[in-house]
T-cell receptor, first 114, second 115 residues
Framework: DQQVKQNSPSLSVQEGRISILNCDYT??????FLWYKKYPAEGPTFLIS?????DKNEDGRFTVFLNKSAKHLSLHIVPSQPGDSAVYFC?????????????FGKGTKLTVNP | DAGVTQSPTHLIKTRGQQVTLRCSPKSGHDTVSWYQQALGQGPQFIFQYYEEEERQRGNFPDRFSGHQFPNYSSELNVNALLLGDSALYLC??????????????FGPGTRLTVL
């Protein structure tokens, strides 16, 4: 049973436009939601996170929105740049008993065309 | 700061063999988590080590075992390898935090191929 779902395997956008990556989850016990970016032959790199008690977090060109009632979050990248081309993973974390277990979606491959 | 390092980079084994993967955490980090990323999938949590103890475990069989050393480095051992164990194995390190989320930093991974 997949608790974190990214239903779009790929997304292609033009440079300078907005990229919107979506993620749905099923477990209402998640405390934090995170986005990771992964380039080939590298490990995932943390991008931005949001606490379950907030609905928006912004960091430069990256904004994450959380809709708890819909169990949905999205990552907005504005403006998109060719260097943003990577696989983006949505992840969630539930802090239980002091341990922090990340649950990942399958990822969305973003291609930003010049 | 070297960040999280993993060795080896690539590994080829045959079914039934045993393998050991190694991870050195980022400086200042004391918690190590291991993930398996199969082709086309997101990373899946295997287990987490803190203070040389396994703190939490994902849905992986006992063939997967680990160890954390006093210097916080860690090993992942997989016994009786199956073809389905072929994957990228990622190590992530963080600082222990019992009340707050702490960012996990990932290494580049070890690509294991089982023939």
């Amino acid at each position: 049973d997949q608790q974190v779902k990214q239903n779009s395997p790929s997304l292609s956008v033009q440079e300078g436009r907005i990229s919107i990556l979506n993620c749905d989850y099923t477990n209402s016990m998640f405390d934090y939601f995170l986005w990771y970016k992964k380039y080939p032959a590298e490990g995932p790199t943390f991008l931005i996170s949001i606490s379950s008690i907030k609905d928006k977090n912004e960091d430069g060109r990256f904004t994450v929105f959380l809709n708890k009632s819909a169990k949905h979050l999205s990552l907005h990248i504005v403006p998109s740049q060719p260097g943003d081309s990577a696989v983006y993973f949505c992840a969630a974390i539930s802090i239980q008993g002091g341990s922090e277990k990340l649950v990942f979606g399958k990822g969305t491959k973003l291609t930003v065309n010049p | 700061d070297a960040g999280v390092t993993q060795s080896p980079t690539h590994l080829i084994k045959t079914r039934g063999q045993q393998v050991t993967l190694r991870c050195s955490p980022k400086s200042g980090h004391d918690t190590v988590s291991w993930y398996q990323q199969a082709l086309g999938q997101g990373p899946q949590f295997i287990f987490q080590y803190y203070e040389e103890e396994e703190r939490q475990r994902g849905n992986f069989p006992d063939r997967f075992s680990g160890h954390q050393f006093p210097n916080y480095s860690s090993e992942l051992n997989v016994n009786a390898l199956l073809l389905g164990d072929s994957a990228l194995y990622l190590c992530a390190s963080s600082e222990a935090g019992f009340e707050f989320y702490n960012e996990q930093f990932f290494g580049p991974g070890t690509r294991l191929t089982v023939l």
